[in-house]
């Protein structure tokens, strides 16, 4: 089939178009364009059109035109075009669900809002490939392209470029899309959390509460951490209990104990009930600390070992446990009665003979911070001496957590990232 | 900020009860009394004293209509802000297109240009009555503005300006130690009169443009977002915007009532801020004329710090350029370039030789009152849409009024360009 299509497309060249039946009269005008829904470049397969006196919607399908250029004409008669009948899941409508919305740049990792849309040509298809999220594709929507492009040029020898983002670093927030958990989750944990983080602060609630249904737990949880407190409350609220659970406990103790303590009684309890019951006693514990002294900055996600370990040993727990830890920088070493002992750094062990005892290696003088000590103080033992975690004990010298620097981070600049 | 949240757990946690419902309120109040507060700006005072000093107690009947217009905008504002979690220029742009979008924020743009110049030209009058030039007064006011909001120091400042709102208390406890006929007031409510004379007209879409102004719209529903009010806390929200609406409604009551006594009987025209001002003689006496321009002055610094960057909001999400004051110059050139230039164009043509400042300041709100129902008809289709709103769609009265308020205002706009020209 030749179409005599040129070799690429814009959305709003499209969009309100007029088109003519085989015999050359008006048959209907363009109201929406349907790709299918698949990866990386779709398929433009039709048009939803609007015809015949009552303006009803009808299904163009891609086959049925005879050519693009110069006017749209199709290969027969108007009135056989059928009643639009798509299920969403197979298929987007780009006008509802793409056209002007906000859409998450996972490339650029921010949140942009879309201005045009981008068509190649592949052999008799259209594909869609790049959304324009530049000043150009907005003048373009509004006709003023070429006035603005001669005025420029005219005034600033100026060429305003087009900013395109690829289709592939697309991740649409609103309509079915979300549903298509394998599509979005994809896309976005390849997200730094940190990024995905100031994403999900950026977009309104509905969406975000959509967002923690599509991601997985693992993803889902490391980027409620770098979330701000307000917006982590408000999501965990109207998130279903059981996923709550499942991400908090996914999370850092610290962050956990932080965000549900800042939850009603009653709520936190419920999410607690569905964990894990190891960490949720470990939470509960950490939740008796109040927010500002040492205890409530502590994680309990640590490696403790007794001194009669050998260096071997000890790094193969450090290796198995390490997915579970907040610190991987030093292993702890404690009596039979949990009494703080010392602190080996991973440069001890790495440096160490493999049969040596953890014993050995012990510093002569161990930093810790008492449980009630306040932030301040912690903050200026840790620019004191310089470590990149400190050990956290009760009045009797038990060891009852740790304190990592980026939690002393938050407390230093907490608007900051 | 930490406060809030410790008070929501306390107040969450002192189970059913009416502390919990109150304790609640107080946590939710803000977005309609802030707004309320800012809606008394330079334009507004200006326009409510014109009303009494020049038509006298025969225009204040339009009070009642235009506070359940108001109640009724304002509510539709905080409804949608809360269901859809968006901005109302989001909504706009999500459901007409860019093209629709772009012509209405340049025409929200030269508007909300009216209100900034209008705020400024309240500076300027203001604090001519201490004696301050406003070569000085003006320069200084912007980039202060300018530079509280850039730097982020302006939410603690907000509370010094609410603080200073209690100057509008001057006109009540004036409006009541002057002892007006109040038989007379309350007949004026009665029997409404207006004729079709364009300056009535003007002064009657000037008092819509003051008290339901476009860009208040958009400030109360990005203020309701950002609060991230839930469904179930809704009903707080609303009582506290209707608190709002009548807050507004009070003041410019007595406002209009004290001008009507004082300056219409005794023939008065308020070309400046100190004819105004006199206003508040049986009250302050000799020094009428400084509690006069304080209140001015506060009310136009007030909403000069929220009105552009509020507009430099609503521009940058219908358009899609990153906004926030957390973000740098160079990842948000659009928003840091609209809010300047915003505020220094508007100083800047404030210290134009000569103006007459009192007419600039009520000419802008009367182009609020004409730009208002494009920004009605807008908020009504949105607002009746189901997939947007579920179930929270306005019902057939709210409707009703609303389009009555659409309709009145494109009437009276059209009637009046039929008449001057």
Redesign the interface.
Known sequence: MNQRLKDFYFFSRFLNQKIYAASGSKAAKIADLIVERAEPYPRLIGFVVRAGRRDKKLFLPWEKIAFIEPQITLSEDGSLLQKLSLSEKDYILLREEVMDKQIVDTYGAKVVRVNDLHFLRMDSHLRLVHVDVGFRGLMRRVGWERGVDKALRWLFSYDLPNQFISWKYVQLLTGSDLLQLSVSQKKLSHLHPADLADIIEDLSSRERSAIFHALDTETAADAMEEIDPKIQKAIIETIPVEKASDIVEEMSPSDAADLLGDLTEEKAEKILEGMEQEKAEDLRELLEHPDETAGGLMTTAYLQLTGDVAVETAMARLRAESPELDIIDYIYVVDHEEVLQGVVSIRNLLTAQSQQLLSGLLAPRVVSVKLDENQKEVVEAFAKYGFRALPVVDAENHLRGVISFRSVLEVLAPDAG | ?RME?DYK?LV??SGRSLWRTIGLFFILMGPGIITSNVDNDAGGITTYSLAGSEFGLKLIWTLIPIMIALIVVQEMCARMGVV???GLS?LI??KF???I??YLMIGMFLTNMGNVISEFAGVAAGMEVFGVDKFISVPLSAFLVWWMVVKGTYKSVEKAFLVACIFYLSYVITGIIIKPNWDNVVHQFLHPQMSLHPTEMTMVIGLVGTTIAPWMQFYLQASV?EK?I?LEEYKFARFDVIMGSIVVHVVAFFIILVCAETLFKNGVKVETAKDAALSLAPLAGKYCTYLFAFGLVNASLFAASILPLSTTYLICEG??W?VGI?KKFVEAPQFYGFYSLMIFLGAGIILYPNLPLIQIMYLSQVLNGMVLPAVLIFMLLLINDKKLMMGYKNGPVFNAIAWVTTLVMIGLTLLLLIQTI
């Open positions: 900020m949240k757990k969450s946690s859809t979690g968006k989001d742009r999500e297109g860019a093209k979008t772009l977002v991230g839930k358009l899609g990153e957390d």
